[in-house]
């Protein structure tokens, strides 16, 4: 039985995308199992990825504990505990820093209800055609420049549109044993200028 090939007639139906596969598993210098729990970027396997991508003005918007190994990083969390440069909802974030500032946005905000009443006292950005997420998504589109990237972590692979101005420049999947997969979009600004008006929930 022959396999699908990059030229399989079943992909006209749809966009084609690099996309690759990465496997959590393995255990840490001291001993411990390699999981990809709620501190994302603690698993190896999604940080190098997601550090590989890192370039120029950084801002990561809902930084968490976990530093990315980088010279210049925006920190932002909502927790006024964690140490960060700003402590804006990311939902609000272009209302306080410049648009396009940044060269590279990592947009990785609590996966679920239970994330998200684990680290921020059950605050999330919502879900849903008029939840939060999409005005989160539109915030942080305004604060990327063109030629940018968008870095997104989460249970889908939706990310920014062209409706944002940007094209979709890879996808990664994180395979854990016995759990679904997440997900790593990368959405790559276009050369344009992007209007207050533009935005990824139809309107």
Same mark, same amino acid.
């Given at each position: 039985?022959?396999?699908?090939?990059?030229?399989?007639?079943?992909?006209?139906?749809?966009?084609?995308?690099?996309?690759?596969?990465?496997?959590?598993?393995? /255990?840490?210098?001291?001993?411990?199992?390699?999981?990809?729990?709620?501190?994302?970027?603690?698993?190896?396997?999604?940080?190098? =990825?997601?550090?590989?991508?890192?370039?120029?003005?950084?801002?990561?918007?809902?930084?968490?504990?976990?530093?990315?190994?980088?010279?210049?990083?925006?920190?932002? %969390?909502?927790?006024?505990? /964690?140490?960060?440069?700003?402590?804006?909802?990311? #939902?609000?974030?272009?209302?306080?820093?410049?648009?396009?500032?940044?060269?590279?946005?990592?947009?990785?905000?609590?996966? %679920?209800?239970?994330?998200?009443?684990?680290?921020? %006292?059950?605050?999330?950005?919502? #879900?849903?055609?008029?939840?939060?997420?999409?005005?989160?998504?539109?915030?942080?589109?305004?604060?990327?420049?063109?030629?940018?990237?968008?870095?997104? =972590?989460?249970?889908?692979?939706?990310?920014?549109?062209?409706?944002?101005?940007?094209?979709?420049?890879?996808?990664?999947?994180?395979?854990?044993?016995?759990?679904?997969?997440?997900?790593?979009?990368?959405?790559?600004?276009?050369?344009?200028?992007?209007?207050?008006?533009?935005?990824?929930?139809?309107?």
């Amino acid at each position: 039985m022959s396999g699908t090939s990059p030229q399989h007639p079943a992909l006209r139906h749809g966009t084609t995308v690099p996309t690759a596969y990465h496997t959590i598993g393995g /255990r840490h210098s001291d001993g411990t199992p390699i999981s990809l729990g709620p501190w994302t970027f603690e698993t190896p396997q999604v940080r190098d =990825v997601v550090e590989a991508y890192l370039d120029g003005d950084v801002l990561n918007a809902c930084a968490g504990r976990t530093r990315l190994s980088h010279p210049s990083v925006h920190r932002n %969390d909502l927790d006024e505990r /964690r140490h960060a440069d700003t402590h804006h909802d990311v #939902r609000d974030l272009d209302d306080y820093l410049p648009p396009e500032s940044f060269d590279v946005v990592v947009f990785d905000p609590p996966f %679920d209800a239970d994330q998200a009443a684990e680290h921020y %006292d059950g605050r999330t950005v919502g #879900r849903g055609p008029s939840g939060g997420i999409w005005t989160a998504r539109k915030a942080l589109a305004r604060l990327t420049r063109p030629g940018g990237r968008v870095l997104s =972590v989460g249970w889908n692979s939706v990310g920014l549109s062209h409706r944002d101005g940007f094209e979709r420049e890879a996808v990664h999947l994180f395979q854990r044993p016995q759990k679904p997969d997440v997900f790593l979009t990368v959405d790559y600004r276009g050369q344009t200028t992007l209007g207050r008006e533009v935005g990824v929930d139809g309107e």
